[in-house]
């Protein structure tokens, strides 16, 4: 396996307020025993609520925080100690900040990189030209980075973290603020990377449209414990999550009556139906269109953010046979 985490936990000392003029020193466990492993060439989605542990989760496997306990291994080196090695194996990307030089044009901020981490010449004019193709950096090469679209500057902040190669990457909100035709763009490019060069990529995301495109895989954390590891496809089975019935009726109407569905949702003549899983859609629909009139109707399955919030609803602990 190329990453490995056992138990891993951090806590944080914090001091909170308690009465007046007292503050209390307490211990918050951002991540509390964590364990998991993860193969060379695997994608895998890591989510759940703000505050979560994802980041805190992150930061332990690449180096920028020490665990409290446990133990972490990545690329066979543990990150906290080994952590100039670790860069030569890694590429990191957090959403929200960037690691290019705001004032230098692309260009040079990575020709800078490539001495840092003395990438040879041939190697680094290949790669830089493969990604030029890939991401289409070429019209904003020899813009200076602060001039850049959030868009623009996501894709130089890829290239910046693929440069040397790195067989594993840890992507923290690789689309956050982005436009449709970006994110995409992204999500394309990993899903490329991922095939061509076999990365092995850890992504932590809010838009579950990354998660539903590339992994297979998911962890869900929640309140640092990892509360589910398995497939997409089983996580979505286990949320029991029921189909929508979308009805387009010729007028507005109160809430349509059907035997075992209810109404979630009404917006003038449009009316959203719960199926509840395991019932007929196809007899649901039968009974409504007979009844009323329904100028049309289409059956919508979960998509992944029902199901999350599903798993919320039940509570996440009733996942936790997933986790080993
Ligand atoms: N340096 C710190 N000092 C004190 N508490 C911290 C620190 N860093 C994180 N925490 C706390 O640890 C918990 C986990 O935070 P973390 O940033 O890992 O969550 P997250 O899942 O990444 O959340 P988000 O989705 O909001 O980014 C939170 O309760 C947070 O307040």
Redesign the pocket.
């Known amino acids: 396996m190329i990453i490995e985490v056992r138990d891993a936990a951090?806590s944080?000392?914090?001091r909170r307020r308690a009465g007046r003029f007292r503050r209390v020193r307490e211990q918050?466990?951002?991540?509390d025993r964590v364990s998991f492993a993860i193969q060379p060439g695997e994608i895998v989605g890591y989510i759940?609520?703000?505050?979560?542990?994802?980041?805190?989760?992150?930061?332990m496997l690449t180096g920028i925080l020490t665990p409290s306990a446990g133990h972490v291994r990545v690329a066979g080196l543990d990150p906290a100690r080994q952590r100039m090695r670790l860069a030569r194996r890694i590429g990191v990307v957090f959403g929200q900040r960037t690691t290019l030089w705001w004032d230098l044009p692309l260009r040079d901020s990575l020709s800078l990189l490539r001495h840092m981490y003395r990438i040879d010449r041939d190697r680094y004019a290949a790669n830089l030209a493969a990604f030029t193709e890939l991401l289409d950096l070429g019209p904003f090469l020899d813009t200076p980075v602060r001039q850049l679209s959030l868009g623009q500057r996501m894709r130089g902040d890829l290239t910046a973290a693929l440069l040397h190669d790195p067989p594993i990457l840890f992507l923290?909100?690789p689309t956050i603020g982005l436009d449709v035709v970006s994110k995409a763009a992204v999500r394309g490019f990993l899903e490329r990377i991922n095939a061509e060069r076999g990365t092995t990529i850890l992504l932590?995301t809010?838009d579950l449209d990354d998660i539903e495109r590339l992994c297979r895989r998911v962890m869900v954390?929640d309140q640092?414990r990892l509360a589910y590891d398995g497939d997409l496809a089983e996580l979505r089975a286990r949320a029991a999550t029921p189909r929508t019935l979308v009805v387009d009726l010729a007028r507005p109407a109160p809430p349509l009556t059907a035997d075992g569905a209810s109404v979630t949702r009404v917006d003038g003549p449009r009316q959203w139906l719960a199926v509840p899983p395991g019932s007929s859609a196809a007899a649901l629909i039968a009974d409504i269109t007979a009844r009323y009139e329904v100028v049309d109707i289409a059956l919508r399955e979960p998509d992944i953010e029902d199901v999350i919030h599903q798993l919320y609803r039940q509570g996440l602990s009733t996942l936790e046979d997933s986790v080993p």
Request: no cysteine; charged share 25%; hydrophobic share 30%.
């Open positions: 951090k944080f000392p914090v918050v466990r951002a991540v759940g609520p703000n505050g979560a542990g994802k980041s805190t989760t992150i930061k923290d909100e932590t809010h954390i640092g």
